[in-house]
């Protein structure tokens, strides 16, 4: 039987029983469409997660204090810290590669003044700190070095702490109390949105490190330090610098182990895309059972309509068809229609994901790999699952098979 | 004259000592025991017998759907008893028409459509108008203003009308014809068999399955089977001419009517 032959007869087959080919191709679109919406959220989060953390700073390191042994006992990272402010002094004074640097001392408390109070967090940090984290005010302005010298109790408001304590946006030269330690708002930060965890950036107030120790937390050691490098390509060269540096300032002999963890942004930016990498290839899996379901699918509806199927199946070999003729047709049949529900699949997923994508703000690109492979998939569904009723259609045997009621 | 003597070169069946033994557990049914059967072209024959007396058998081996235990079968000069399940299906396909009681048409599918079923698997390799072809056949069974209709749309003796088109598009040997008038109300009974005596006073070969006297009464030879044998096979004497039956039942409607 030619090609083309072949094709008419199985279309006419799949056109002329509409409710069964739709039925057939059901599991298929259905399948299709989830595995395309699932990996298009999945890339989507994983692009969202880049863009946070591209927000976090540009070529940013983050020097956390590290694990202390005890008797050769491990306690576990920051269980002693020993990262002061001389540290910082020390990488900012020594070091010829790193451009800013700036310690974060952190503490929590109640603050009261405009509208209201708020509980938020209060970070004591350097002037540089706006170079590190790449952040702008929105409204006045930052403070400077003689306000970290002087430990002047000046604050700079994150946007989400300005708009709850100052609705009206006059929050620049107003008086607020922090812990009833009085101090004024010089500025307020850009909004910069919500961390990979989900955590809000902007509920916070920076303030120069040394009010935020003499004043408000009276802590020595410090829980962060970040710097940064003017090029991408001094990261490796300025994390050598730094632990030489901070190896000689904390006085360890050459056989013991860092007290500090530095970690790159681009490490931090690997640990996020794997989480979303991973998750994203769990929800292809999961949407890929609705695939075998909706091929198994196809193969119960093509088992039921080769019996039902049966007297037309007689006929055709009565009338000269060969079992190899009934083979292919039932087989062209169940590829044509897997593969024909794999493009309405696709199209459901596109419609679904723009929706998502709408929904959500992220970008839910649909890739071309998945399109193939979503394409590719249907056609192998087709084949498989159609393979078996379409050799039982062969194997029958004529005479049975035109009596067959 | 015994049948075999009667085989000339004109013959288009010619078989000889057919069996057919089925095994059904450790019981074995001999449903042909030596069968000889000789068509010659342009007959139209009738093969009667009660259910059991093996005349489907006879059927299926002849029609090329089933092979003999023992005997041989020259089908148009061609010896098909020993031929594999492909090469049968090619002889079906070239030599053979089939009409059913059932008319087995596919549903959803206009009557053109299937007609020209058969022609899809044609092997020959010849260039194929199936379209016209089988608008001509549609024409011969007359039908041919009803091409675009599908069988959900026709009486019962307009769907035998185009299987009978199906089975003649392919310009077969022999129309094999298995109880085509079992479905239908006599009136349509004696229209289709009105239609097989023209075909075969046009030349078409036509061996027909029946039970029922009536219908056989329309072929030009009745050959009877019983327990798998030839018991009977003779010529019609006093043929009935279904034109002139069909003239009759329409006479006794107008009289009905009037």
Same mark, same amino acid.
């Given at each position: 039987?030619?090609?083309?032959?072949?094709?008419?007869? &199985?279309?006419?087959? @799949?056109?002329?029983?509409?409710?069964?080919?739709?039925?057939? %191709? =059901?599991? #298929?679109?259905? *399948?299709? +469409?989830?595995?395309?919406?699932?990996?298009?959220?999945?890339?989507? &989060?994983?692009?969202? @997660?880049?863009?946070?953390?591209?927000?976090?700073?540009?070529? %940013? =390191?983050? #020097?956390?204090? *590290?694990? +202390?042994?005890?008797?050769?006992?491990?306690?576990?990272?920051?269980?002693?810290?020993?990262?002061?402010?001389?540290?910082?002094?020390?990488?900012?004074?020594?070091?010829?590669?790193?451009?800013?640097?700036?310690?974060?001392?952190?503490?929590?408390?109640?603050?009261?003044?405009?509208?209201?109070?708020?509980?938020?967090?209060?970070?004591?940090?350097?002037?540089?700190?706006?170079?590190?984290?790449?952040?702008?005010?929105?409204?006045?302005?930052?403070?400077?070095?003689?306000?970290?010298?002087?430990?002047?109790?000046?604050?700079?408001?994150?946007?989400?702490?300005?708009?709850n304590l100052f609705p009206n946006g006059d929050a620049v030269g107003q008086q607020i109390r922090i812990r009833d330690v009085p101090v004024q708002v010089i500025g307020v930060l850009a909004p910069k949105?919500?961390?990979?965890?989900?955590?809000?950036?902007?509920?916070?107030?920076?303030?120069?490190?040394?009010?935020?120790?003499?004043?408000?937390?009276?802590?020595?050691?410090?829980?962060?330090?970040?710097?940064?490098?003017?090029?991408?390509?001094?990261?490796?060269?300025?994390?050598?610098?730094?632990?030489?540096?901070?190896?000689?300032?904390?006085?360890?002999?050459?056989?013991?182990?860092?007290?500090?963890?530095?970690?790159?942004?681009?490490?931090?930016?690997?640990?996020?895309?794997?989480?979303?990498?991973?998750?994203?290839?769990?929800?292809?899996?999961?949407?890929?059972?609705?695939?075998?379901?909706?091929?198994?699918?196809?193969?119960?509806?093509?088992?039921?309509?080769?019996?039902?199927?049966?007297?037309?199946?007689?006929?055709?070999?009565?009338?000269?068809?060969?079992?190899?003729?009934?083979?292919?047709?039932?087989?062209?049949?169940?590829?044509?229609?897997?593969?024909?529900?794999?493009?309405?699949?696709?199209?459901?997923?596109?419609?679904?994901?723009?929706?998502?994508?709408h929904v959500t703000g992220w970008s839910a690109a649909l890739s071309p790999a998945m399109v193939a492979i979503a394409l590719g998939f249907s056609g192998a569904v087709g084949v498989f699952f159609g393979?078996?009723?379409?050799?039982?259609?062969?194997?029958?045997?004529?005479?049975?098979?035109?009596?067959?009621? | 004259?015994?049948?075999?003597?009667?085989?000339?070169?004109?013959?288009?069946?010619?078989?000889?000592?057919?069996?057919?033994?089925?095994?059904?557990?450790?019981?074995?049914?001999?449903?042909?025991?030596?069968?000889?059967?000789?068509?010659?072209?342009?007959?139209?024959?009738?093969?009667?017998?009660?259910?059991?007396?093996?005349?489907?058998?006879?059927?299926?081996?002849?029609?090329?759907?089933?092979?003999?235990?023992?005997?041989?079968?020259?089908?148009?000069?061609?010896?098909?008893?020993?031929?594999?399940?492909?090469?049968?299906?090619?002889?079906?396909?070239?030599?053979?028409?089939?009409?059913?009681?059932?008319?087995?048409?596919?549903?959803?599918?206009?009557?053109?459509?299937?007609?020209?079923?058969?022609?899809?698997?044609?092997?020959?390799?010849?260039?194929?108008?199936?379209?016209?072809?089988?608008?001509?056949?549609?024409?011969?069974?007359?039908?041919?203003?009803?091409?675009?209709?599908?069988?959900?749309?026709?009486?019962?003796?307009?769907?035998?009308?185009?299987?009978?088109?199906?089975?003649?598009?392919?310009?077969?040997?022999?129309?094999?014809?298995?109880?085509?008038?079992?479905?239908?109300?006599?009136?349509?009974?004696?229209?289709?068999?009105?239609?097989?005596?023209?075909?075969?006073?046009?030349?078409?070969?036509?061996?027909?399955?029946?039970?029922?006297?009536?219908?056989?009464?329309?072929?030009?030879?009745?050959?009877?089977?019983?327990?798998?044998?030839?018991?009977?096979?003779?010529?019609?004497?006093?043929?009935?001419?279904?034109?002139?039956?069909?003239?009759?039942?329409?006479?006794?409607?107008?009289?009905?009517?009037?």
């Amino acid at each position: 039987m030619k090609a083309k032959t072949l094709l008419k007869v &199985a279309g006419q087959s @799949i056109v002329k029983n509409k409710m069964r080919t739709l039925l057939t %191709m =059901l599991g #298929i679109i259905i *399948g299709v +469409a989830a595995v395309n919406v699932m990996v298009a959220i999945g890339s989507g &989060a994983q692009r969202q @997660i880049e863009r946070q953390i591209q927000a976090l700073g540009t070529n %940013m =390191l983050v #020097i956390t204090p *590290g694990s +202390a042994m005890q008797g050769g006992v491990s306690q576990g990272a920051q269980t002693f810290n020993r990262l002061t402010i001389e540290d910082a002094e020390m990488l900012r004074s020594q070091s010829f590669l790193l451009s800013a640097v700036s310690p974060v001392v952190m503490t929590r408390a109640q603050v009261i003044g405009g509208a209201g109070n708020w509980r938020t967090s209060i970070m004591g940090v350097d002037v540089d700190y706006q170079q590190i984290r790449d952040w702008p005010v929105q409204d006045g302005v930052f403070f400077e070095e003689n306000d970290v010298r002087a430990m002047r109790k000046v604050v700079v408001l994150g946007a989400t702490v300005a708009e709850n304590l100052f609705p009206n946006g006059d929050a620049v030269g107003q008086q607020i109390r922090i812990r009833d330690v009085p101090v004024q708002v010089i500025g307020v930060l850009a909004p910069k949105g919500q961390t990979a965890n989900g955590g809000d950036q902007d509920d916070v107030i920076l303030a120069p490190y040394t009010t935020v120790q003499t004043r408000l937390s009276g802590r020595v050691f410090i829980p962060q330090i970040l710097a940064n490098t003017s090029s991408p390509e001094d990261i490796p060269a300025a994390q050598e610098e730094i632990r030489s540096i901070l190896r000689t300032s904390h006085r360890l002999a050459p056989n013991e182990p860092d007290d500090f963890t530095l970690r790159n942004q681009n490490e931090i930016a690997q640990a996020a895309q794997g989480t979303t990498q991973v998750m994203t290839m769990l929800l292809a899996a999961i949407a890929s059972i609705s695939l075998v379901v909706g091929g198994i699918g196809i193969m119960n509806i093509m088992l039921v309509s080769v019996t039902e199927r049966t007297r037309e199946i007689g006929l055709r070999l009565a009338l000269g068809a060969r079992g190899r003729d009934v083979l292919t047709q039932f087989l062209v049949e169940s590829v044509v229609m897997s593969v024909v529900g794999g493009l309405l699949g696709l199209a459901l997923g596109v419609v679904a994901s723009g929706a998502i994508a709408h929904v959500t703000g992220w970008s839910a690109a649909l890739s071309p790999a998945m399109v193939a492979i979503a394409l590719g998939f249907s056609g192998a569904v087709g084949v498989f699952f159609g393979y078996d009723p379409a050799r039982r259609a062969a194997a029958l045997d004529p005479i049975q098979a035109l009596r067959y009621e | 004259m015994t049948a075999a003597e009667s085989a000339t070169m004109s013959s288009v069946i010619e078989a000889r000592g057919l069996t057919k033994v089925y095994r059904m557990g450790k019981n074995e049914v001999h449903a042909l025991r030596g069968v000889d059967l000789f068509v010659e072209r342009g007959e139209m024959v009738a093969i009667m017998g009660a259910s059991g007396s093996g005349k489907s058998t006879l059927m299926n081996i002849l029609g090329c759907l089933d092979r003999p235990t023992s005997g041989t079968y020259v089908l148009d000069g061609k010896r098909v008893d020993g031929l594999s399940k492909d090469e049968l299906a090619d002889i079906r396909n070239r030599k053979l028409g089939f009409v059913f009681q059932g008319f087995h048409l596919l549903p959803r599918t206009s009557a053109l459509e299937n007609v020209e079923l058969p022609l899809l698997y044609d092997r020959s390799g010849r260039k194929l108008d199936t379209r016209a072809l089988a608008a001509a056949a549609l024409e011969r069974v007359g039908l041919g203003q009803r091409m675009d209709h599908d069988p959900s749309e026709l009486s019962g003796g307009q769907q035998q009308r185009v299987a009978i088109a199906r089975a003649l598009v392919t310009q077969p040997s022999v129309l094999l014809a298995d109880e085509p008038t079992g479905n239908l109300d006599s009136r349509t009974s004696v229209e289709i068999m009105a239609l097989f005596q023209e075909l075969n006073d046009d030349g078409v070969t036509i061996l027909l399955v029946t039970h029922e006297p009536d219908i056989a009464a329309y072929a030009k030879r009745i050959v009877e089977l019983r327990d798998g044998r030839i018991i009977r096979d003779e010529p019609v004497h006093d043929r009935q001419d279904a034109a002139a039956d069909l003239r009759a039942f329409q006479g006794a409607e107008t009289a009905g009517v009037a």
